[in-house]
Each structure stands twice: as structure tokens, then as C-alpha cells.
């Protein structure tokens, strides 16, 4: 084997790692200016759940928002995401991961809805090609962990804000290279005898909201459910999903706020402090 054989062999056992682009994604944000800076707070972070163990590849914070990143490098990948219901093509509710500690009081820890700018398409069906019927959802396997990370980076942050006033917001995010496809149509036309349907309109963006019933439990914190439909609501999450070409400008419009009825941290200190 020559020389140029051998660093050829090598280059392609470096690019297979995927590690070299989420490095790169690294370099992207703490080589970026912004107005209200991000800063990389870990690395190839260990977590741990009841529910398994591994390793976030990012965590970026910005005061009290932390953002569980996970890098994803398909080949010439393109998710496509189903939008039956226009309604769904600007969102900014987002059922994201919180946490509220108080000096002197017991700490608090959930999953619930606040506002996530820049509003973006919020869907629940993703195909991605080259997977067929009977293969397991890659999308969904890939965000279903990353929750489970995103719980275990936040009792990381229970701890270290112990006895402290501080409530934190933990938000799930994959940035990819895989191409960002919408494809909207109508489900009556679909046809019942084959299933398959005639027109779409396809559209790439550069970022979305994926929600979907992602949690490992469908007991969630400080809920109750009381129909099957519930249940499954109640174990939602959204996971943002980014092209890594955009993720710098993507953070430099990301900002959160809360409902008009009140942050879910709120409503959950308040029912914690009634039940004493």
C-alpha cells in the first residue's frame, strides 16, 4: 500500500468517527460573535439515568438555558418531515426540561411548555431515506435519547445549584448535516387502495421542532392523567432539530419567555409549597 493509499485509509477511518464534526461544531460557536454570548460549558459530558447511560456531545449555555446537543453526520441524508396540518409551520410552544431550586426548599425538576424563539415548522412523523417499514425509527431512537441525556445533564445541574434561587431551562438539540425536508400535503389524498399519495409540496428548512411522545415514562412529573390520551400528551417532549450549516444563526435568534399563564416551574413550586 503507498503512502497516499494509507493516508486515504486513515482520512476515512478519521471522517467514519464523526467526531471530527462535532468538533467542528465546536469551533463554529466559540469562533461566533454574538450580541448575548454562548459558551461551550461541556464536552463529551457523562450522564446517567435509570433508564441507561452515555455521553452529550455538546452543552452550550447562555445564562440560565442550557441547550443538550447531540451532532449527527449522515451521508447525503435527507429527513423528511410529514406536515399534514399548516397550522403546525409556526410554532413557538416547546415542551422542554426545567428545573428550580430554592434555598431551604425542596428542589424541582419536570418537563413543560414554554416559548422558543425563532418560531419554526412543529411536527411528529419523520421518514428518512433508505429506511423502510419495518426498520426502527432512526429519528425517533436518536431524540428518544437525547431526553433521556437531557434528564440526566439536569440533575447534573440540580446538584450544583443546591441551596441556591436559580431556575434552568434544558433544551434538546440535534444538529445534523442531513438536508431538512418538509413535505406538506393533505391526508384526504391519500388514496385508501395503495396508500399512496399523488401531489405534495416539498420544502427544505433549516430548522424544526420535533414532538413527539419521547420519554421513557408515561409518568411525567407533577401530572395527572386522567384518559389514555393524556398519557401519551403527557410523555410528549420537543427536540429541536437544526441544520449544522445554520446552527450558528439559529442560536443568535434563540430566545425563550414564558407562557402568557406562567412558566411550568411556577405552577409546580406552587403546588409543591400548597401540599407543604
Known sequence: MSAHDEQEKLR???NASGFAFQLAVELAVRSATFDDPWRV??????WSTTNGRG???????????????????????VWMFLMPDHEQLKRSH???????TMPHRRSLVGWGDIQVYPASPETDFC???GQGETDSPML???????????????????????GSRVSSVLVPVIVT???????????KNVDLHTGDLDAAQFTTVSHLRFRKSLASTTHPDFYEPQELEDLSSGSERTVFVVNAAYFVDWLREFQTSAPDY???????????????
Open 12 to 14: 476515512k477511518l478519521l
Open 41 to 46: 460549558a461541556a464536552r463529551e459530558h457523562p
Open 55 to 77: 455521553y452529550v456531545d455538546l452543552v452550550l449555555s447562555r445564562g440560565n438555558i442550557h441547550l443538550v446537543i447531540e451532532c449527527k453526520r449522515p451521508r447525503d441524508a
Open 94 to 100: 416547546a415542551c422542554i426540561r426545567w428545573t428550580d
Open 127 to 129: 421518514a428518512v431515506r
Open 140 to 162: 425517533e431512537r436518536v431524540a428518544s435519547s437525547l431526553v433521556d441525556a437531557t434528564d440526566g445533564v439536569s440533575a447534573d445541574f440540580l446538584l450544583l445549584h443546591h
Open 177 to 187: 448535516t442531513a438536508a431538512l425536508t418538509l413535505a406538506s400535503f393533505d391526508p
Open 262 to 276: 406562567g412558566s411550568p416551574w411556577e405552577s409546580a413550586r406552587g403546588q409543591a409549597e400548597a401540599e407543604g
